[in-house]
């Protein structure tokens, strides 16, 4: 039975109640598909799941959409009661920050200042500080992040490998609709026809991954030819960067390439990414 802990001492003494590898899947709730499969992820390969559900203010800037952001625990869960889920620790801002803002943060570094960090400043110290805090108190010996979010899941990567963070942290490919769209839980803000145009992103993607044998230069023509021809994409930035280092790619690169894109379609800010394999030349 899924139990729902609202407290840090609940957590706790849900915790102590349970024993095995503890995976966890991270969230601001308004959960779709794409959570759907990280927690069954996680169920496959853990004793116990945790699922968090924290909207955490610290992650967002001024004027983001941190007041419109869909609040929905209700079916939230109802789907980790669905998917078996042990423990959805959904905590308050204050019982996660009790001292107001925290005055110590994680930095992010120069990782965390460019693509999503140069649109969105100070964002990723938001988000590796918030998850730094859920993995300590969680306690969880995995933990579950998707793909879509790209630069996140590098960022966190980096901080339990450079911070001797005990866990290991898996990556789940990107879900999607029938139709290309990548799920997320902002595509809420989407109307119909905001939609329609919004799968420029995965069209451009994926007809970039296609010029991949014609080399980078190509993939990014084409990417960019696909997201000029469709109106209503206002594009922030386009990348094929080395997945490590985030630097755009040379000519002669091998190997994994991230093929990223960030758009504004109507009032929405998107973002996607493929992994492209380039044969270097
Ligand atoms: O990806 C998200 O939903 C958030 O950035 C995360 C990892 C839950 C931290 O708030």
Redesign the pocket.
């Known amino acids: 039975m899924t139990q729902l802990v609202r407290s840090r001492a609940e957590l706790a003494a849900a915790r102590v109640r349970s024993s095995g590898v503890a995976g966890v899947v991270?969230?601001?709730g308004a959960l779709h598909d794409g959570h759907r499969e990280l927690i069954r992820v996680a169920r496959d390969r853990c004793e116990l799941t945790i699922v968090?559900v924290?909207l955490?203010p610290l992650?967002f800037g001024a004027g983001e959409d941190l007041s419109r952001y869909p609040k929905t625990l209700e079916s939230d869960l109802a789907l980790c009661t669905a998917e078996n889920v042990d423990i959805v620790f959904a905590p308050t801002v204050s019982e996660v920050y009790p001292e107001s803002e925290p005055q110590v943060r994680v930095s992010a570094g120069p990782l965390g200042d460019v693509l999503e960090g140069a649109s969105r400043p100070g964002h990723f110290d938001g988000?590796l500080t918030?998850?730094a805090k859920l993995l300590h108190l969680t306690g969880a010996g995995v933990a579950y992040?998707?793909q879509k979010?790209a630069q996140?899941l590098l960022l966190i990567r980096r901080m339990v490998k450079d911070l001797d963070f005990p866990c290991e942290v898996v990556a789940v490919p990107t879900v999607r609709d029938p139709d290309g769209l990548a799920l997320s839980s902002r595509n809420g803000y989407l109307s119909a026809e905001d939609r329609t145009v919004a799968l420029a992103l995965s069209r451009a993607l994926r007809a970039g991954a296609a010029a991949a044998p014609e080399g980078p230069a190509a993939v990014r023509r084409v990417t960019a030819d696909v997201l000029r021809d469709q109106s209503g994409v206002d594009v922030d930035y386009l990348v094929l960067a080395d997945p490590v280092n985030l630097h755009d790619v040379p000519e002669d690169f091998a190997g994994a390439a991230l093929l990223a894109v960030a758009a504004r379609v109507g009032t929405t800010r998107l973002i996607d990414n493929l992994v492209v394999t380039l044969g270097g030349r």
Request: proline share 0%.
């Open positions: 991270m969230t601001m968090t924290f955490n992650q988000v918030v998850v992040f998707g979010d996140q």
